[in-house]
Each structure stands twice: as structure tokens, then as C-alpha cells.
């Protein structure tokens, strides 16, 4: 399956689309293009569900090889949001090993925070599937001891996400803010789209009310008024906020956003394990599927 959708025109250019590409070279060159057009940029080395220490550590390697790279590019003023950041899958790092994971994960995180401290990088760590969120929003709380500025992922499908966006939306807090895109049981996660999304804005107007920078990850129109129009109400200006959209992604509405001022941040995967992230997102919820094969259509399309 991945040979055939690497060699067919039409579905490797879905692949492309929303994919850096399979090294960090790739990478970087989008990453470039995009900083270069007024974007801000999370990169995001495809891979999870870590079973293997040596696996693990590689990801680290990856990682810090990465940020060395990154601390070469244009750098935020002081006092500015940065424009360069790495997202990072704690399952990637060895939560998910048998032994010690998630002691394993956080010294990981650990030196993946520090090397981006030294290369003037955020770091954001991602959202998985429920089962992980107690364990992940504990090592962020424990990192965030040293290292304030370090993102959190919440997903506004999950019935928990209000309390935890008061909890964690403190004093120089970054908190992503995302639907959702893992097929969870009714028990811990809302299952209408109309219910998920008069979550997200519940979650939306309390991280702009706190103290926070909240970073909207949302390609959805109204989703992106909302954010505007809590901002406003909150006060806060175009540095206290920011917009997040997936590369390949409303490319126009990204840029327009830019333009006008808004920060928008364009998350930016790539790697070798593109086929398993690929073909889970288009697994998790059957929705997926309909939205990418959309944006074949039209580059601007909306979800």
C-alpha cells in the first residue's frame, strides 16, 4: 500500500501535500519557505507508539539534530512569541515502553527542552489518544517547573478539557487548543460534531480570559471568528494569541491571517513513518477521509 500510493500520481500528491517529506533537509526547506511568508513553524518528527528504547533514543538524536539546525534561523525579538518550535509525541520518546516509560519520557522531554532552550526553540508536547492524557499532563506539569514555557496539547472533544484548561492555562502558559482527531468511546468524549464544538468554544473563552497564550489549532471558519472575538473580549492583542492550521492545509486563509497581522503557526510533520501517521488520521475518524480528499480539490477548501 504505501509503494502504491508512493508511485501514483494522484495519491502521492496527497501525500505531499500535507507532508514535508521523509528527512529533516525536506523539512527545513518548507520550514524556510514558510517563515519567509510571514508564518510561524512547529515541526513534527513522525513517529509514536514507541516499543523500543534504542527507537526512542533515535528520536531523541533526531530531535536534538533537528533544534541545532533550527537555532540557525531567523530568531523572535525579545519579548515576541517564537517563531520556531517542535512538536513532540511523548509515545515517541518511551512512554509507552513496559519498563519505566514514563520516567523514560520526561528525562527525554527533558533534554529536548534544554537543548531548545539553548536554541531559542518552543517545544510543544502533543495530544494522543486519551488513555495517555493523565500521564502526559504530568510530565508537562513537572517540565514546566524548569522550562514555563513548554506547550501543552488539549483536545476539546474530551469531556475533561474545561477543568483542564483552568488548571494548566496559567502565568506564561502555551496551551494548543484542538478538536480532536482519535475515535474515543461516548464515556470520556463528546460525539456530535455540534457538541464538540460548543466545547471548543467553552475551552477557547476561558484560556483567552487566563493568563496563558493560547494557540487556536483549528482550520474551522468559525472557530477562527471565535478566536478573534474572545480575543478581543480578553483584551489581548495580536502577540497574546496565535492561530494554528496543518501544513497543506486553507493555505490561503493561513496566509491571509498572516498578513493581517495574526500570528499563524503552520505545523509541519515529516519523516519516514509518514505512511503509519497518514493512514491513521484518515483511520481514526471516517470524517478525515473526506476532508483531505477535499483539499485535492481546492487548496482553500474549508472543514
Known sequence: MKSAITHAPGTRSLVTR?????????????????????RSISLDHLGEDTADLGQARATVAEYRALLRELGDLPQARAGEPRPL?????????GQA?????EAIALEHARVLCAAAEAAGVWVTVDAEDHTTTDSTLSIVTTLRADFPWLGAVLQAYLRRTEADCRDLAGPGSRIRLCKGAYREPG???YQSAGDVDASYRRCLAILMAGQGYPMVASHDPAMVAAAGDEAVRAGRGPDAFEHQMLYGIREGEQQRLADAGAGMRVYVPYGSQWYAYFMRRLAERPANLAFFVRQ????DSIH
Open 18 to 38: 500535507f507532508v514535508a517529506g521523509e528527512d529533516r533537509g525536506a523539512a527545513l526547506t518548507v520550514a524556510r519557505a514558510l517563515l519567509a511568508s510571514g
Open 85 to 93: 518550535e517542535v512538536s513532540v509525541k511523548l509515545s515517541a520518546l
Open 97 to 101: 515502553l513496559p519498563a519505566d516509560g
Open 187 to 189: 464515556s470520556v468524549a
Open 296 to 299: 485535492l480539490v481546492s487548496r
